[in-house]
């Protein structure tokens, strides 16, 4: 069993390595690339250089572990342990110049979310968590991450990608409730996460999420002492709709308004 403070170095040479490999391209003239065929899912080469260091690195101390990457593919996903990487989450605000990416380094053990880390290099916040303990570094300060109480949808700020992600089903529970929350904020991406962690933020409802979106977050929100799942109630590690919550009352309230668009 690896433990957490033998990962949580382990984690800061991999953020150091992508970091170094990242921040030369930011806010730069960069060429942007089109992943998706019919839309708009960016590419560009900080993404593909940012995990090809991760890689390497876990590659060379855990040769064993797996790893499932955004933008270089998957090896040896039936490792006990398996590293789930996305070098840059919230590409296009990255491409916009705006500080609201991150990257997240996550790891499963037998499937299930057990650490993670949010790198937020040019602003130098990292986020923590292992599932019982969260915590934020911030330029050699650190202060543990405790998620607040907010009983009440009514008094809840939300957090999405954007509403247009949501079709059908989806987009009219989700309307209905961010009429009923107190202000809703949009583009936060892995951002709106780590402000459920930190006691910010109430709420994020999500949709067509894949694993590198959620596994390294999930980690840090239930260490912070918040709740993450999909809309079922199960477990985010694969993506899909999920709800994050900082506090449980909460989680089982929106959970309950969720239910009927539940995929």
Request: proline share 4%; hydrophobic share 40%.
């Amino acid at each position: 069993m690896l433990k957490t403070e033998d990962l949580a170095a382990f984690a800061d040479r991999l953020c150091a390595a992508s970091a170094e490999a990242i921040l030369p391209h930011f806010r730069t003239d960069l060429s942007v690339g089109n992943k998706e065929q019919g839309g708009f899912d960016p590419v560009t080469i900080a993404d593909r250089a940012g995990e090809t260091a991760i890689r390497e690195l876990i590659e060379a101390s855990y040769p064993g572990h797996g790893i499932l990457g955004e933008e270089h593919g998957s090896v040896r996903l039936d490792a006990e342990h398996v590293w789930v990487l996305d070098p840059i989450d919230g590409t296009r605000a990255f491409i916009c110049g705006l500080p609201t990416w991150g990257t997240l380094i996550g790891l499963n053990r037998h499937g299930k979310p057990v650490f993670g880390v949010m790198d937020q290099p040019y602003v130098a916040e990292r986020f923590y968590g292992d599932g019982r303990s969260a915590w934020l570094s911030h330029r050699g300060t650190r202060r543990a991450l405790k998620t607040r109480d907010c009983a009440s949808l009514s008094d809840a700020i939300i957090c999405t990608t954007h509403p247009g992600l949501f079709r059908g089903a989806e987009r009219d529970i989700y309307q209905e409730i961010e009429r009923t929350v107190r202000t809703a904020r949009y583009g936060t991406d892995c951002y709106g996460y780590c402000m459920v962690a930190s006691g910010q933020v109430d709420l994020v409802i999500e949709t067509g999420l894949q694993p590198y979106d959620i596994v390294a977050l999930a980690p840090i929100i239930e260490g912070a002492g918040g709740a993450v799942t999909n809309w079922s109630g199960g477990s985010p590690a694969n993506g899909g709709q999920i709800l994050a919550t900082g506090d449980r009352r909460l989680h089982d309230q929106v959970l309950a308004m969720l239910a009927g668009a539940a995929a």
